[in-house]
């Protein structure tokens, strides 16, 4: 079993439409991160948030941290084409250098 | 383009066999990852070196090994291979170690196990 699970594992939704991609765990983190993966490559870090309650944003895309560092929520706004691919949570406990990643979520936009 | 490099792009290779495949860190980086990604179990951690030694150990299993040499290039070796090795194998490289440091990911290497 996953130490941390994604929903939904797919989505397709049409140009514009907003959408929230969840990240849930029963394990607290010190820190959570999120990428994104495109077909025949490797992952791209997002972002990272450390404190519980955390929200950050970049551009269009704003992560949210749980407060108690269990659980993470990832939004679009006004989904593009080009936000399509595999996204993917990942959680790092204390100081440690295994980080667990999630099971991923798969979103197409279709223009 | 990340910076690391992975060789070979693609591996096919028959069961019981063994393999090994390379990764090159970005120029300055002392840590590296490796990870494994299949269909079924996601992307998994398999092992962490930092300047030369192990400092993480995953989910991998007694068949696999790696290691990482004075230039800071690193090997990942898979012995005895089965149809269940097929997946994807990431390479990963950071300044440091642990989450402060961003992982840059390599184009990894498709392993496939006939």
């Known amino acids: 079993t996953q130490l941390l699970e994604q929903s939904p594992q797919f989505l397709s939704i049409q140009e514009g439409e907003n959408l929230t991609v969840y990240c849930n765990s029963s394990s607290v983190f010190s820190s959570l991160q999120w990428y994104r993966q495109e077909p025949g490559e490797g992952p791209v870090l997002l972002v990272t948030v450390v404190t519980g309650g955390e929200v950050k944003k970049l551009k269009r895309l704003t992560f949210q941290f749980g407060d108690a560092r269990k659980d993470s929520s990832l939004h679009i706004t006004a989904a593009q084409p080009g936000d399509t691919g595999l996204y993917l949570c990942?959680?790092?406990?204390?100081?440690?250098?295994?980080?667990?990643f999630g099971t991923g979520t798969s979103l197409t936009v279709i223009p | 383009d990340s910076g690391v490099t992975q060789t070979p792009k693609h591996l096919i290779t028959a069961t019981g066999q063994r393999v090994t495949l390379r990764c090159s860190p970005r120029s300055g980086d002392l840590s590296v990852y490796w990870y494994q990604q299949s269909l079924d179990q996601g992307l998994q951690f398999l092992i962490q070196?930092?300047?030369?030694?192990?400092?993480a150990k995953g989910n991998i299993l007694e068949r696999f090994s790696a290691q990482q040499f004075p230039d800071l290039h690193s090997e990942l070796n898979l012995s005895s291979l089965e149809l269940g090795d097929s997946a994807l194998y990431f390479c990963a490289s950071s300044v440091g170690q642990g989450w402060t440091y961003e992982q840059y990911f390599g184009p990894g290497t498709r392993l496939t196990v006939t």
């Open positions: 070196y930092y300047n030369g030694e192990e400092r």
């Open positions: 990942a959680g790092a406990r204390g100081t440690g250098n295994q980080f667990y």
